[in-house]
Structure formats: C-alpha cells, structure tokens
T-cell receptor, first 115, second 112 residues
Framework: GAVVSQHPSWVICKSGTSVKIECRSL??????MFWYRQFPKQSLMLMAT?????????EQGVEKDKFLINHASLTLSTLTVTSAHPEDSSFYIC???????????FGDGTRLSIL | KQEVTQIPAALSVPEGENLVLNCSFT??????LQWFRQDPGKGLTSLLL?????REQTSGRLNASLDKSSGRSTLYIAASQPGDSATYLC???????????FGTGTQLKVEL
C-alpha cells in the first residue's frame, strides 16, 4: 500500500531555532500534501494544503510566515517552523494523496518540543 | 464550516464487551468518512473508509456505518480486547475529497 515517510519523528530544540520537517511519498506521486497539528489530548487540525509546484493554502489562523511549506516535487513536502517558541511544541502530521479519489495517506508524525 | 463531534470522549470497558463509538457531523455534503486509530504518541492507522454512497464497511471485528442524511456514523467493535485500547478518530472528507475534518476523538480503554 501507499507509504508516507515523515522525518524526523522527534525533535527537541531551543527557543528561536528553526526546525524543518520532511514528508515523503515513497511509492506514489503526491500531487497534494497536507500538514496537520495536534496538541495534547486534542484532535488533528489542518494547517495547510499544498499542491506540487504551487504556494500552500493556509487555514485561518495559521501564520504563513511562521510555518513555511515547500512542495517542490511530487514526492517531497517540507514544513519549516521558523523561530520556534515553546507554544509551537506539538505533534505535526503530514499526509499525501495523488490525483485519484483515493484517501490521504498519513505519515507517522513528528513530535516537536521547544525548550 | 464542517464540525465533527465524537461521543463519548472517553470510554472504559471490560474485555470481551461489544461497544459502539459515535460520530456526528454538521454538514451532510461529505465525500467519504474514515475511521482511524491513534496510539499514544503515534501517527494514524486507517481502520475503515466509507464512501458517501455506502451504508457500512466491515473489517474483522470492526463495523462502521454511515447515515449521511442525519450526519452520523458509528464504529462497532465486537468482543473488545486490551489491544484495542487507543484513541479512535472519525474524519469526513469534503471539498471534492481533499479537505479532511477530524472529530474530537474517543479514548478507549479495554481492561482485563
């Protein structure tokens, strides 16, 4: 089945650091990728949707300058949390889908902890 | 704006019990509905996907139903086991199948 790889799985860094998270589709062309954020004991909230070669579409309330998304190829999207602060600590999950009507395939998530 | 609610928020049952998790959504114009399982600190495992034209899907001890007109779905777990302990999330697809809205989740604990 379709596989989405997310890296790193866990990162701890100091406040003010920028952190990049990668999301790769291993066996299909991911024309659309999605980034979600999940705070403890809460559900997943969509942050942004990106189509290959286009600028990402951000959900209301998500700062595009804070969360930079790049989807330059059909197999890779990156989320960069710029100048991260403790309130950015969360679980970030990506998903990807191709052009068909198949559902999204999810990565295993990245636990981000900002000290 | 689509809102997805799951009841109960938490559930604790003895092993072997059959149980039902509920999911409701405010906008019935959905494309698909999907149930996921999430273990603590982990990603999502897809359990069942129900297309909008379908009424139910079954996989092993799991059965999911969909009543689109009333905005409801249920996940039935038969003969629950301690290994079923996890958070269960339902999610609905809208916007031609691209936009996925997640429910609030049900945290299930199956005790020996």
């Amino acid at each position: 089945g379709a596989v989405v790889s997310q890296h790193p799985s866990w990162v701890i860094c100091k406040s003010g650091t920028s952190v990049k998270i990668e999301c790769r589709s291993l066996d299909f062309q991911a024309t659309t990728m999605f980034w979600y954020r999940q705070f403890p004991k809460q559900s997943l909230m969509l942050m942004a949707t990106s189509n290959e070669g286009s600028k990402a579409t951000y959900e209301q309330g998500v700062e595009k300058d804070k969360f930079l998304i790049n989807h330059a190829s059909l197999t890779l999207s990156t989320l960069t949390v710029t100048s991260a602060h403790p309130e950015d600590s969360s679980f970030y999950i990506c998903s990807a889908k191709d052009r068909s009507n198949q559902p999204q395939h999810f990565g295993d998530g990245t636990r981000l902890s900002i000290l | 704006k689509q809102e997805v609610t799951q009841i109960p928020a938490a559930l604790s049952v003895p092993e072997g019990e059959n149980l039902v998790l509920n999911c409701s959504f405010t906008d019935s114009a959905i494309y698909n509905l999907q149930w996921f399982r999430q273990d603590p600190g982990k990603g999502l495992t897809s359990l069942l996907l129900i297309q909008s034209s379908q009424r139910e899907q079954t996989s092993g001890r799991l059965n999911a139903s969909l009543d689109k007109s009333s905005g409801r779905s249920t996940l039935y777990i038969a003969a629950s086991q301690p290994g079923d302990s996890a958070t269960y999330l339902c999610a609905v697809y809208t916007g031609g199948g691209n936009k996925l809205t997640f429910g609030t989740g049900t945290q299930l604990k199956v005790e020996l």
